[in-house]
Structures are given as structure tokens and as C-alpha cells.
């Protein structure tokens, strides 16, 4: 059987102590997350957050920092989630856009509000974002390279 981690990427975004999330539903439940999702075939990853903040929030996503990479097996289904999560600002919502399917609102909550909403929170990730960003750690959002896979065959062919 082959392991295959599902690549994510996640927006921890904060403005004077409060952080934005997005309520949505998973499955019959209602819970809380980053602006987050997965990453598109082809696509970079700095486009996918971009992407995906626009999508769930109608806000504009300027990525500043990677704040961490985190690698979660759900023990619900099994299944394994690499995230990607960047830091920094949003400028221009466009007003009236409709967001993705599943998501219901976008809230700013403090880490304490977010502390008691945590039964709700869609996974254990989300709290350690948010704990990681506000700890300061911040790496370059070059950090992770992407290569074309042109670069990725050529090299292969070579070996």
C-alpha cells in the first residue's frame, strides 16, 4: 500500500491580537480552521495559500513567512495531512464575493476565543499555527523550493 500525505497549505493571518479563521462545515460538523486547502497539481505553494485565502475569505493574501510545516495522521480516517503554513497580511477584500462551498463565515478571534472554541477546531494544527506564530518563529517564504518538473526529469534521466 503507498503512503500518500496530502499536501496542504494554511494563512495564519493576524491583525492587533486577533486571527482570522474561517467557519465551515466538515462533514456534519461545524468547526474552525485557517484559510487553508489543498495544494492544486502543478500549482506553488505560495499560490496555493494565496489561492486558497481568496477562495474562503475574498481577501488578498500577501505571504510574508513560512511559520511552520506540520505532518498530522487524523485518527478519524486515517488519512495524513502535510501543511504548509504561511504568515502575513491581507489587503483588499473583495466585498460581495461569494466563498467556497462549505465555508460559512470569517471570524477574528483572539487565541484565548480560539481556546474556547477548541472541540470545534478542525484539527490539532490549528492551535499550533497560531502558538508557533505568536512563540515568533518565522522562516523565509522561499524556504521550500519548488522545481519545474522539466528540471526534475532532466536531473532523473542524468542519474
Known sequence: MMWKPELTVAAVIEERGRFMLV??????????????????????????VVRETLEETAWHFKPEAIVGIYLWNNPANHKTFLRVAYSGSVQGEEVG?????????????????????ETRLRSP???????????????????????????????????
Open 125 to 159: 494544527m490549528v492551535l499550533r499555527c497560531v502558538d508557533d506564530y505568536l512563540a515568533g518563529v518565522r522562516f523565509p517564504p522561499g524556504l521550500l523550493s519548488q522545481l519545474p518538473l522539466e528540471q526534475v526529469e532532466a536531473r532523473a534521466a542524468i542519474l
Open 23 to 48: 467557519e465551515e462545515r466538515a462533514g456534519r460538523r461545524r468547526v474552525f480552521n485557517q484559510p487553508a486547502g489543498h495544494v492544486e497539481e502543478g500549482e506553488d505553494l505560495l499560490d496555493a
Open 97 to 117: 464575493r461569494p466563498l467556497d462551498v462549505g465555508i460559512l463565515r470569517v471570524h477574528w478571534l483572539t487565541r484565548d476565543q480560539l481556546l474556547g472554541h
